[in-house]
């Protein structure tokens, strides 16, 4: 078994010097392919998934204490650890 990939078409690198870093939500090119694979290098990371159709906060301040909506669902990505996800 294991995933059938085709070519890579995509790598993102976000590096985080020494201090607070943040991506705002949003959705991968569906020409990218079904399937992501995020890769955690040298620290932990909060991976959020915002619910389609839900509008995210917008102030910093709220999403600090609030996340990004009600209903997110926050996934821990350990440093070293690798996660895949597809969608439709």
């Known amino acids: 078994s294991g995933y059938i990939l085709g070519p890579v078409r995509d ?9 607070f870093f943040r991506l705002d939500p949003h959705v991968d090119p569906s020409e ?5 694979f995020i890769l955690g290098l040298l620290s932990d990371v909060v991976l959020t998934f ?7 906060r917008e102030d910093i301040v709220e ?11 926050d996934v821990l990505l350990q440093q070293r650890s690798l996660v895949s996800f597809a969608g439709p």
């Open 63 to 73: 999403i600090e204490r609030a996340s990004w909506t009600a209903t997110d669902i």
């Open 50 to 56: 915002v619910p389609r159709g839900v509008r995210p």
């Open 11 to 19: 790598v993102t690198i976000n590096f985080r010097g020494n201090s």
């Open 32 to 36: 990218d392919g079904p399937i992501v």
